[in-house]
C-alpha cells in the first residue's frame, strides 16, 4: 500500500465537519528552519489568533516546543510519538487521527504544524489556509505540494509588510475538491 492509498484509506474513517490547515510558506514551501519561524510578520499572526480563536489546534511536538507556552483561547494539542510526554495546558495524543477524534465537537479544528503533521493532514482536511510568502528562504522543514487535482484556489488576499520585513504575501484559502 503507498502512502497516498494509506493516508486516504485513514481519512474515509474520521468525518468530522471541517478540517482547516493553517500554514505560511515561502515560494520554495519553506516553513521554518531549526524549529523557528524564518520570517515575522505582525499582521499575518494576527489573522491566524483571529481564525483559530475558540478552536481545537492540532500540532506536532517539535512545533508545540517552538512556542513559548500553549496558545491560549484554544484546545491545545499535541501529537507526538512518545507515551510519556507531558505538556502543560495541552492534550497529547500519538496520530493526527487521535486528535481528530478528540476534537469531533469542534466544527474548525485547525492543523498547525509542523511539515510532518502537514503531510499526514493533506488527506483528512477540507480547506487550507495559506500565507504564501512571495520569496525563497533556505530552510529544513518544508509545506507539503497542493496538488491542483485536489484543491481549488477559491480566494487571494494581496499584502505587503515593509515595517518588518520588507515582505510581499498573500492569504490564499483552498477547498478540496470532491470528486
Known amino acids: 500500500m503507498e502512502v497516498d492509498d494509506e493516508i486516504d484509506s485513514v481519512s474515509s474513517s474520521v468525518a468530522i465537519k471541517g478540517i482547516t490547515i493553517i500554514a505560511a510558506a515561502a515560494e520554495n514551501d519553506a516553513l521554518g528552519k531549526n524549529n523557528k519561524l524564518i520570517w515575522y510578520l505582525p499582521e499575518d499572526l494576527k489573522r491566524f489568533k483571529k481564525l483559530t480563536s475558540g478552536h481545537a489546534i492540532i500540532m506536532g511536538r517539535k512545533t508545540f516546543e517552538s512556542m513559548p507556552k500553549a496558545l491560549p483561547n484554544r484546545r491545545n494539542i499535541i501529537i507526538t510519538r512518545n507515551n510519556n510526554y507531558l505538556a502543560k495546558e495541552a492534550e497529547v495524543c500519538s496520530s493526527v487521527e487521535d486528535a481528530i477524534s478528540l476534537v469531533k465537537n469542534d466544527l474548525q479544528p485547525f492543523i498547525i504544524g509542523g511539515g510532518e503533521i502537514y503531510r499526514q493532514s493533506m488527506a ?56
Open 124 to 179: 483528512l482536511a477540507n480547506r487550507i489556509e495559506l500565507t504564501r510568502i512571495h520569496k525563497e528562504f533556505d530552510a529544513d522543514t518544508f509545506f507539503p505540494n497542493i496538488p491542483e487535482t485536489k484543491w481549488k484556489l477559491i480566494s487571494t488576499e494581496s499584502h505587503s509588510d515593509f515595517k518588518s520585513n520588507n515582505l510581499n504575501y498573500s492569504y490564499l484559502t483552498y477547498i478540496k475538491i470532491n470528486k
